[in-house]
């Protein structure tokens, strides 16, 4: 494993246990809400150049449209106009922003449906010389049982309405169109569990070989060279058991991220992406039929 995809790993696990702990503590749906949010606006800001500001808020268009309350907005910190950040309600002209993330901590029904909402006002903006944001999720965890479903949930949503690009953390899910999430199927929408690779004897990650937890190993957890990884399920069947990456699918997303980003401008061409061995994008590719 490369010493970036090491890393990512550790970011990976510090965040979950962030939040795990958090909403162990605190019972309150709304504070955990607002402590996740927190705990990825935090990776966000250390992530990207400081030209780029990391807020939350309301776009907003000349017209006067308006988004849904977003739990993070990247936008341009350089030409953002301080009459728009006087108050503790921050509005972000559409023109100089780049990204909508909205951030579950558990990806559900209500949930993907309150997504759908939030990215359908967002293309109702009308932008001047400018194109409209992108639209990202990121959940914690998702309530149904195997990535199939949650993915099934997200492709019933009207095209329109889909996010950009998504990410479950706890089952290494990525999802997203077809013309960003690349290697992922030629599906409408295309979605996959970056899933534990089996390595050589000197760590080498094996292309396209999973590690798949034999019968007599159950749990919703496995232990690999003294981490504790996710058991996810590529299917409904329990025999498409999947033992799941989570940091790689944190560090894909990141990277996917900041392509978007580059792609806009808003940032030089992300150095990240070299760093990422060819094995170290793979997916196990859900298909459409699922």
């Known amino acids: 494993m490369s010493i970036v995809e090491t890393y990512w790993s550790g970011v990976s696990r510090r ?4 939040v795990d702990t958090f909403n162990r503590l605190i019972g309150h749906a709304g504070e955990q809400g607002r402590e996740n949010e927190q705990s990825l606006i935090s990776l966000m800001e250390r992530l990207l150049p400081r030209s780029l500001g990391v807020g939350t808020g309301i776009v907003i268009d000349a017209d006067g449209n308006r988004s849904k309350q977003s739990d993070i907005i990247i936008f341009d910190l350089n030409n953002q106009p301080t009459i728009m950040a006087q108050t503790n309600q921050m509005l972000f002209p559409v023109e100089n922003t780049f990204m909508v993330i909205e951030v579950k901590t558990t990806l559900n029904d209500d949930e993907v449906a309150d997504c759908a909402e939030k990215k359908a006002a967002l293309n109702k903006l009308s932008p001047r010389g400018a194109s409209l944001p992108h639209f990202c999720v990121v ?3 998702a309530q149904a049982a195997t990535a199939p479903i949650t993915v099934k ?3 019933a949503v009207e095209e329109e309405k889909r996010p950009d690009l998504l990410c ?4 290494a899910l990525l999802a997203g169109r077809p013309e960003i999430l690349t290697g992922a199927g030629a599906n409408t929408y295309p979605a996959g569990i970056a899933a534990l690779h089996r390595r050589t004897e000197d760590g ?7 590690d798949v937890p034999p019968s007599g190993e159950r749990g919703s957890s496995v232990l690999r060279d003294g981490i504790r990884h996710p058991v996810t399920r590529k299917g409904r069947r329990d025999a498409e058991r999947l033992v799941a990456e989570p940091g790689r699918a944190l560090l894909n997303f990141c990277s996917l991220l900041l392509t978007m980003l580059a792609a806009k401008g808003a940032i030089p061409e992300p150095s990240l992406r070299h760093y990422l061995q060819e094995e170290a994008k793979e997916l196990v590719v859900i298909p459409e039929s699922d």
Not at 15 to 18: K, V
Not at 168 to 171: E, K, L, R, T
């Open 15 to 18: 965040l979950q246990e962030e």
């Open 139 to 141: 959940a914690y965890h």
């Open 153 to 155: 949930l997200l492709r």
């Open 168 to 171: 479950v953390i706890s089952g």
């Open 204 to 210: 080498k990650r094996l292309s396209n070989d999973w």
